[in-house]
């Protein structure tokens, strides 16, 4: 379980460090593009950082969803466990 903590940080860090070099690199782009208008470049910047957030949004919507999923499974195997052991017991009393 350690194992794959460590795994997902840094996988999480790769992302993140990969995301900041791309807003870096836009960054000096809209920068040093002298041909584009000011309003542009700020009409591109918004529009780069509100696909950002709505893939974060994506992203944690997704994530929870799957662990709602892994939840209710877990409930039921529990509840499955514990109706074969009832079952059990009922046979063996009986017998």
Do not use: C
Not at 22 to 42: C, Q
């Amino acid at each position: 379980m350690t194992n794959l903590r460590t795994d997902n940080a840094l996988i999480i860090l790769l992302n993140v460090i990969g995301v900041g070099v791309a807003y870096a690199m836009l960054g000096i782009s809209l920068w040093l593009s002298t041909d584009v208008p000011l309003a542009t470049k700020g009409y591109w910047a918004m529009g780069v950082l509100l696909l950002s957030l709505s893939l974060i949004n994506v992203v944690k919507y997704r994530f929870d969803i799957r662990q709602s999923e892994d939840r209710i499974r877990r409930i039921e195997d529990v509840r499955n466990e514990q109706m074969l052991e009832e079952a059990l017991k009922d046979k063996t009393s009986g017998v």
